[in-house]
Protein backbone atom coordinates (compact mmCIF):
# COMPACT_ATOMS: atom_id res chain seq x y z
CA UNK A 1 0.00 0.00 0.00
CA UNK A 2 2.66 2.43 0.98
CA UNK A 3 3.75 2.65 -2.56
CA UNK A 4 0.37 1.98 -4.61
CA UNK A 5 -0.28 5.11 -5.99
CA UNK A 6 3.56 4.93 -7.69
CA UNK A 7 2.82 1.31 -9.20
CA UNK A 8 4.52 0.09 -10.90
CA UNK A 9 8.23 1.34 -9.81
CA UNK A 10 11.06 -0.24 -11.65
CA UNK A 11 14.24 -0.55 -8.73
CA UNK A 12 17.41 -0.22 -11.03
CA UNK A 13 20.76 -1.12 -9.36
CA UNK A 14 23.99 -2.17 -11.09
CA UNK A 15 25.95 -3.33 -7.88
CA UNK A 16 25.46 -5.97 -5.08
CA UNK A 17 25.74 -2.82 -2.83
CA UNK A 18 22.77 -0.82 -4.64
CA UNK A 19 20.79 -4.21 -5.13
CA UNK A 20 20.99 -4.35 -1.14
CA UNK A 21 19.88 -0.89 -0.93
CA UNK A 22 16.84 -1.69 -2.91
CA UNK A 23 16.15 -4.67 -1.82
CA UNK A 24 13.58 -3.53 1.11
CA UNK A 25 11.12 -1.92 -0.97
CA UNK A 26 11.29 -5.03 -3.56
CA UNK A 27 9.44 -6.88 -1.11
CA UNK A 28 6.67 -4.64 -1.59
CA UNK A 29 4.54 -6.08 -4.92
CA UNK A 30 3.85 -2.30 -6.54
CA UNK A 31 7.70 -2.42 -6.94
CA UNK A 32 10.18 -4.94 -9.43
CA UNK A 33 13.57 -4.82 -8.55
CA UNK A 34 15.76 -5.24 -11.82
CA UNK A 35 19.54 -5.94 -11.97
CA UNK A 36 22.15 -7.25 -14.64
CA UNK A 37 22.51 -10.90 -15.25
CA UNK A 38 26.00 -10.40 -13.78
CA UNK A 39 24.23 -10.13 -10.27
CA UNK A 40 21.17 -13.28 -11.08
CA UNK A 41 22.15 -14.27 -7.56
CA UNK A 42 20.89 -11.60 -5.95
CA UNK A 43 17.17 -12.44 -4.46
CA UNK A 44 14.02 -11.54 -5.03
CA UNK A 45 15.42 -9.76 -8.67
CA UNK A 46 14.76 -9.83 -12.28
CA UNK A 47 17.41 -9.71 -14.55
CA UNK A 48 17.74 -7.46 -17.75
CA UNK A 49 19.55 -8.98 -20.55
CA UNK A 50 20.16 -5.92 -23.19
CA UNK A 51 21.73 -3.02 -22.52
CA UNK A 52 20.48 -1.17 -18.98
CA UNK A 53 19.89 1.96 -21.77
CA UNK A 54 18.11 -0.03 -23.61
CA UNK A 55 16.10 -1.65 -20.64
CA UNK A 56 15.19 1.75 -19.54
CA UNK A 57 13.50 2.91 -22.83
CA UNK A 58 11.55 -0.37 -22.60
CA UNK A 59 9.89 0.21 -19.68
CA UNK A 60 9.83 4.01 -19.36
CA UNK A 61 6.29 3.75 -21.31
CA UNK A 62 4.84 1.64 -18.57
CA UNK A 63 6.22 2.31 -15.72
CA UNK A 64 4.72 5.20 -13.03
CA UNK A 65 8.36 5.53 -11.09
CA UNK A 66 12.00 4.51 -11.56
CA UNK A 67 14.17 4.12 -8.19
CA UNK A 68 17.65 3.96 -9.46
CA UNK A 69 21.11 3.15 -6.63
CA UNK A 70 23.02 4.90 -9.40
CA UNK A 71 25.35 7.55 -9.82
CA UNK A 72 22.77 10.41 -10.38
CA UNK A 73 25.20 11.66 -13.73
CA UNK A 74 24.95 8.04 -15.26
CA UNK A 75 21.17 8.39 -14.29
CA UNK A 76 20.55 11.67 -16.51
CA UNK A 77 22.42 10.20 -19.34
CA UNK A 78 19.91 6.81 -19.29
CA UNK A 79 16.69 9.22 -19.26
CA UNK A 80 17.52 12.21 -20.71
CA UNK A 81 16.82 11.19 -23.99
CA UNK A 82 13.45 9.64 -22.84
CA UNK A 83 11.95 12.72 -21.50
CA UNK A 84 9.07 14.40 -23.36
CA UNK A 85 6.40 16.32 -20.80
CA UNK A 86 6.69 16.96 -16.83
CA UNK A 87 2.97 16.49 -16.85
CA UNK A 88 3.33 12.99 -18.07
CA UNK A 89 7.18 11.45 -17.90
CA UNK A 90 7.61 8.97 -14.56
CA UNK A 91 9.01 10.16 -11.30
CA UNK A 92 12.40 9.81 -11.34
CA UNK A 93 13.95 9.14 -7.88
CA UNK A 94 18.13 8.51 -7.51
CA UNK A 95 19.41 6.58 -4.39
CA UNK A 96 23.42 7.19 -3.51
CA UNK A 97 25.23 4.07 -3.15
CA UNK A 98 25.89 5.09 0.70
CA UNK A 99 22.19 5.06 1.27
CA UNK A 100 22.29 8.65 2.87
CA UNK A 101 20.94 10.59 0.15
CA UNK A 102 17.69 10.04 -1.76
CA UNK A 103 17.04 12.45 -4.74
CA UNK A 104 14.20 13.78 -6.31
CA UNK A 105 15.79 13.92 -9.69
CA UNK A 106 12.58 14.57 -12.33
CA UNK A 107 9.09 14.66 -11.88
CA UNK A 108 9.11 16.15 -9.02
CA UNK A 109 5.15 17.53 -8.20
CA UNK A 110 3.42 15.79 -11.38
CA UNK A 111 5.40 12.52 -11.28
CA UNK A 112 4.70 12.25 -7.14
CA UNK A 113 8.89 12.04 -7.15
CA UNK A 114 8.87 14.49 -4.31
CA UNK A 115 6.90 12.15 -2.33
CA UNK A 116 8.34 9.30 -3.18
CA UNK A 117 11.53 10.56 -2.22
CA UNK A 118 10.46 11.84 1.08
CA UNK A 119 9.16 8.28 1.84
CA UNK A 120 12.02 6.15 0.48
CA UNK A 121 14.27 8.27 2.74
CA UNK A 122 12.14 7.78 5.96
CA UNK A 123 12.17 4.17 5.05
CA UNK A 124 16.22 4.39 4.91
CA UNK A 125 16.87 7.12 7.38
CA UNK A 126 18.36 9.33 4.52
CA UNK A 127 17.82 12.63 3.94
CA UNK A 128 15.59 13.73 0.54
CA UNK A 129 17.05 16.27 -1.13
CA UNK A 130 14.19 18.11 -3.25
CA UNK A 131 15.19 20.28 -6.49
CA UNK A 132 12.43 22.09 -7.51
CA UNK A 133 12.63 25.52 -7.22
CA UNK A 134 9.50 25.98 -5.03
CA UNK A 135 10.98 23.56 -2.41
CA UNK A 136 13.87 25.64 -2.02
CA UNK A 137 11.43 28.73 -1.30
CA UNK A 138 9.19 26.59 0.76
CA UNK A 139 6.40 27.44 -1.49
CA UNK A 140 3.55 25.06 -3.31
CA UNK A 141 3.55 24.06 -6.87
CA UNK A 142 2.23 26.14 -8.69
CA UNK A 143 1.44 23.53 -10.95
CA UNK A 144 -0.34 21.45 -8.87
CA UNK A 145 -1.74 24.33 -6.71
CA UNK A 146 -5.16 22.91 -5.38
CA UNK A 147 -5.27 19.03 -5.52
CA UNK A 148 -5.71 18.72 -2.26
CA UNK A 149 -8.82 20.64 -2.47
CA UNK A 150 -10.10 18.61 -6.07
CA UNK A 151 -9.21 21.42 -7.92
CA UNK A 152 -8.50 20.66 -11.57
CA UNK A 153 -5.47 22.64 -13.66
CA UNK A 154 -6.56 24.56 -16.91
CA UNK A 155 -5.01 26.03 -19.70
CA UNK A 156 -2.41 28.73 -20.09
CA UNK A 157 1.40 28.81 -19.65
CA UNK A 158 2.53 27.52 -16.53
CA UNK A 159 6.05 27.05 -17.15
CA UNK A 160 5.71 30.87 -17.28
CA UNK A 161 4.14 30.96 -13.62
CA UNK A 162 6.65 28.50 -12.50
CA UNK A 163 9.46 30.72 -13.60
CA UNK A 164 7.64 33.72 -12.09
CA UNK A 165 8.21 32.22 -8.72
CA UNK A 166 11.32 31.24 -8.86
CA UNK A 167 12.83 34.24 -10.13
CA UNK A 168 10.80 36.17 -7.03
CA UNK A 169 8.41 37.87 -9.69
CA UNK A 170 5.01 38.69 -8.30
CA UNK A 171 2.18 36.50 -9.17
CA UNK A 172 -0.94 38.09 -9.06
CA UNK A 173 -3.69 35.65 -7.35
CA UNK A 174 -7.49 35.78 -8.32
CA UNK A 175 -9.27 33.65 -6.62
CA UNK A 176 -13.26 33.26 -6.81
CA UNK A 177 -14.27 29.81 -5.71
CA UNK A 178 -12.24 27.23 -2.99
CA UNK A 179 -10.75 27.13 0.21
CA UNK A 180 -8.08 29.86 1.07
CA UNK A 181 -6.39 27.71 3.47
CA UNK A 182 -3.79 27.29 1.30
CA UNK A 183 -2.81 30.83 1.97
CA UNK A 184 -2.59 30.10 5.26
CA UNK A 185 0.72 28.25 4.88
CA UNK A 186 3.04 30.58 2.72
CA UNK A 187 5.96 31.34 3.97
CA UNK A 188 6.45 35.42 5.35
CA UNK A 189 7.67 36.12 1.85
CA UNK A 190 6.04 34.95 -0.67
CA UNK A 191 5.52 36.51 -4.58
CA UNK A 192 1.86 35.84 -4.45
CA UNK A 193 -0.33 38.86 -4.63
CA UNK A 194 -4.13 38.46 -3.54
CA UNK A 195 -5.16 42.25 -5.31
CA UNK A 196 -5.35 43.33 -8.68
CA UNK A 197 -2.03 44.90 -10.18
CA UNK A 198 -1.65 45.97 -13.74
CA UNK A 199 2.10 45.06 -13.90
CA UNK A 200 2.26 41.85 -13.06
CA UNK A 201 2.76 39.81 -15.51
CA UNK A 202 2.20 36.28 -14.08
CA UNK A 203 -1.62 35.63 -13.16
CA UNK A 204 -2.99 32.59 -12.01
CA UNK A 205 -7.16 32.19 -11.88
CA UNK A 206 -8.93 30.10 -9.44
CA UNK A 207 -12.19 29.99 -10.84
CA UNK A 208 -15.01 27.96 -11.89
CA UNK A 209 -14.97 29.25 -15.22
CA UNK A 210 -13.80 27.28 -18.51
CA UNK A 211 -11.70 30.34 -19.70
CA UNK A 212 -9.67 33.28 -17.41
CA UNK A 213 -10.79 36.65 -18.35
Known sequence: MLF?????????????????????????????????ESLSEITNAQTYKDSLKKHVADLWETHKAFVFCLATGA??????????DKSTDPAVVVIDETGKFVISLCGGHQGGADKLAKII????GATAVLTGAANGLELPAVDMLGIPFGWCRGGGDWNAVSAAVAKGEDVEVIQEVGSTLWQNHLPQTHPFKFHQSPTTKAKIYITHKTSSP
Open 75 to 84: VVRLISPLLK
Open 4 to 36: SEFSPIALIATTPTGAKKLQPMSQNKDATLWVS
Open 121 to 124: ALQL
